[in-house]
């Protein structure tokens, strides 16, 4: 699938309020975790295809400078809108640029695989929550590789991906991605620790709608390899 391939169909989504991946309330995960991600007062966090989520703001005002990039404009204005949040913008040659005036919370609109890396800079933590789990399959490595370019060598990466057996009805996303497809594409840079699973009751909703008997949702920690 091409770039606007891929933008047309999240936009769409956008438009037609299909959503279903927006929280409304902080991730439990960054609740329980956040202490083993944010290991200083100040850091600079990385949250890919981030969307509208409130855990920007949550970020934001625990005092860090929270970088997100987003492909579908109407999610970032959103976001701004919701948060009651003003911004100004900048025209940048490969994106739009959304961000505060005080510069600590930036959202870039563009295409994820396609951003200036130098321009986004090192990062000290990165919270990964429906990122890796909705690129596609073919997009992957290329994902990886991206995340991997803007890590700080003291790093913490918290992900939280999503297990389950896909069937003819629903493969994603969220896409399964088990601890050890993880292993794999991250391993040779990063140790990995295993954090929380947290398992979907059978009679949820949308596991009735996928036709999916068992979905675990796994909180993992990713740090430099020694």
């Known amino acids: 699938m091409g770039k606007e391939d891929r933008i047309n169909v999240w936009s769409e989504r956008w438009e037609q309020g299909k959503t279903t991946w927006h929280e ?36 934001y005002d625990g005092g860090h400078i929270v970088v997100g990039v987003e492909a579908v404009e109407q999610a970032i204005l959103e976001f701004f809108t919701e948060q009651k949040m003003s911004y100004v913008t900048e025209t940048l040659t490969w994106g739009k640029l959304f961000k505060t005036e005080d510069n600590h919370l930036l959202l870039y609109c563009c295409d994820l695989l396609n951003v200036d890396i130098k321009a986004l800079g090192k990062f000290d933590a990165v919270w990964d929550r429906g990122s890796l789990v ?17 890590l700080a060598p003291d790093f913490h990466y918290l992900l939280n991906v999503n297990v389950y057996t896909p069937n003819e009805y629903f493969s994603g996303p969220p896409r399964n991605v088990p601890p050890e497809l993880v ?6 840079s990063c140790q ?5 699973t947290v398992t979907r009751s059978k009679d949820d909703p949308k596991l009735v709608k996928w036709g999916i008997k068992h979905m675990g949702e796994v909180t993992l920690l990713l740090t430099p390899r020694n």
């Open 134 to 150: 909705a690129v596609n399959e073919d997009d992957r490595e290329s994902y990886v590789k991206l995340l991997k370019s803007l």
């Open 192 to 196: 990995m620790e295993h954090l929380e």
């Open 183 to 188: 292993e794999c594409l991250y391993g040779d």
């Open 24 to 59: 409304h309330d902080v991730s439990y995960a960054l609740k329980n975790h956040g202490k083993l991600l944010l290991t200083g007062p100040r850091h600079r966090v990385f949250v890919p295809l981030c969307g509208k989520s409130v855990d920007l703001k949550w970020f």
